[in-house]
T-cell receptor
Framework: KNEVEQSPQNLTAQEGEFITINCSYS?????LHWLQQHPGGGIVSLFM???GKKKHGRLIATINIQEKHSSLHITASHPRDSAVYIC??????????FGEGTQLTVNP | DTAVSQTPKYLVTQMGNDKSIKCEQN?????MYWYKQDSKKFLKIMFS???????INETVPNRFSPKSPDKAHLNLHINSLELGDSAVYFC?????????????FGEGSWLTVV
């Protein structure tokens, strides 16, 4: 069992829908990262958080340290949001442990 | 003005060859990384350097050797390439240890061993 579990693995939505991707982890962490991998392969950091909630445009990330759970929400989804979303947790030092990713497809 | 740049982007080579992937960051970061993404898109850390010093060396075959001539560069050399080495290799950097810092990725290098 992976130390970082994401759900769902695949998600298809219609444009405009509210989307939630979940991440659960089983280890103590210093911070949690949400990453976006575009269809072309590049990886972009969306959020880094260690408590509470962060918002950037239509994206919202929350974390509950006690429950070892984080969610990434996308409001008013758009086809350009189609990508793989990856949760990663920072443990000791420089180590990041990754989830397997969630493939999101938003249809027009 | 690419923050983390890696070359080449695509590399097709025969088994047994030796190849290198170069990485440079212009962000002034102290820490650099190499990650491998397998065919299932799963990312795993290979190496991490902080100020030219190796701080993470995962269970990676000795055929893989990182080299950091200065803190802005972290190159990956692979000897005696095998079919299983085919993957996408990502270089990345962060201001300091990654746990509490945003990490910046290069565009990836697609390695195909035939």
């Amino acid at each position: 069992k992976n130390e970082v579990e994401q759900s769902p693995q695949n998600l298809t939505a219609q444009e405009g829908e509210f989307i939630t991707i979940n991440c659960s982890y089983s280890v103590g962490i210093s911070a949690l990262h949400w990453l976006q991998q575009h269809p072309g392969g590049g990886i972009v950091s969306l959020f880094m958080l260690s408590s509470g909630k962060k918002k950037h445009g239509r994206l919202i990330a929350t974390i509950n340290i006690q429950e070892k759970h984080s969610s990434l929400h996308i409001t008013a989804s758009h086809p350009r949001d189609s990508a793989v979303y990856i949760c990663a947790v920072g443990t000791s030092g420089s180590r990041l442990t990754f989830g397997e990713g969630t493939q999101l497809t938003v249809n027009p | 003005d690419t923050a983390v740049s890696q070359t080449p982007k695509y590399l097709v080579t025969q088994m047994g060859n030796d190849k290198s992937i170069k990485c440079e960051q212009n962000l002034g970061h102290d820490t650099m990384y190499w990650y491998k993404q397998d065919s299932k898109k799963f990312l795993k850390i290979m190496f991490s350097y902080n100020n030219k010093e190796l701080i993470i060396n995962e269970t990676v075959p000795n055929r893989f050797s990182p080299k950091s001539p200065d803190k802005a560069h972290l190159n990956l050399h692979i000897n005696s390439l095998e079919l299983g080495d085919s993957a996408v290799y990502f270089c990345a950097s962060s201001q300091d240890r990654v746990a509490g810092n945003t990490i910046y990725f290069g565009e990836g290098s697609w390695l195909t061993v035939v």
